[in-house]
Antibody, heavy 123, light 106 residues
Framework: EGQLVESGGGLVQPGGSLRLSCVAS????????MSWVRQAQGMGPQWVSS????????YYTDSVKGRFTISRDNFKDILYLQMNNLTVEDAAVYYC????????????????WGQGTLVTVSS | DIQMTQSPSSLSASVGDTVTIACQAS??????LNWYQQKPGKAPKLLIY???HLETGVPSRFSGRGSGTSFTFTISSLQPEDFATYFC?????????FGPGTKVDI
């Protein structure tokens, strides 16, 4: 069965950086837009960023614009999220998820999801 | 941003019960509404997309309806594995937004 597997989370001080990765295996990666969605403890999920199938369309939630960068490698089937200048408000489990079409502009539904990677921001 | 609300925030039910969860959008989202199930320590799982379409492999006891700003999600004949938290999500406009969730417990 296909899956998405995230890695790269961990403990970082405020102002620090992390790079998350999401490896797709057994599912079609190329040809679909991809997203990062985060979920703080006890809260509902929050969309963070999406990237179209060919990286031509990239979108971010307002709170991460200028600090986070989404990218993808369609040869290696890997999605990335570079997170800089992290704050305590960024602490959450970060999930990667696939969108149902090539374009990220109209979003859609998120399926499948990875298992998530925990980002903790604390001094 | 489009705000999503859900009611109730939690409910208690028994195996075999029928439960219904409401989801309200702050503006018209047409039928661009999805439902997810999340169990503790796990990622959300898509159950229903575009208001009423069942994701492949999802049992038919799950159903959804609605349009515009008002939507409902129903589980008929609740099973032990259905005790979880359920979220609605709109994608009418960026950013896609989720409701706060409804916890269904015993």
């Amino acid at each position: 069965e296909g899956q998405l597997v995230e890695s790269g989370g961990g403990l970082v001080q405020p102002g620090g950086s992390l790079r998350l990765s999401c490896v797709a295996s057994g599912i079609t990666f190329t040809g679909y837009a991809m997203s990062w969605v985060r979920q703080a403890q006890g809260m509902g999920p929050q969309w963070v960023s999406s990237i179209s199938a060919r990286s031509s369309g990239i979108y971010y939630t307002d709170s991460v614009k200028g600090r986070f960068t989404i990218s993808r490698d369609n040869f290696k089937d890997i999605l990335y999220l570079q997170m800089n200048n992290l704050t305590v408000e960024d602490a959450a489990v970060y999930y990667c998820a696939r969108l149902p079409r090539q374009s990220a502009a109209m979003s859609g539904w998120f399926a499948p999801w990875g298992q998530g990677t925990l980002v903790t921001v604390s001094s | 941003d489009i705000q999503m609300t859900q009611s109730p925030s939690s409910l208690s039910a028994s195996v075999g019960d029928t439960v219904t969860i409401a989801c309200q959008a702050s503006q018209d989202i047409s039928n661009h509404l999805n439902w997810y199930q999340q169990k503790p320590g796990k990622a959300p799982k898509l159950l229903i997309y575009d208001t009423f379409h069942l994701e492949t492999g999802v049992p038919s006891r799950f159903s959804g309806r609605g349009s515009g700003t008002s939507f409902t999600f129903t589980i008929s004949s609740l099973q032990p594995e259905d005790f979880a938290t359920y979220f609605c999500q709109q994608y009418e406009d960026l950013p896609p937004t989720f409701g706060p969730g409804t916890k269904v417990d015993i």
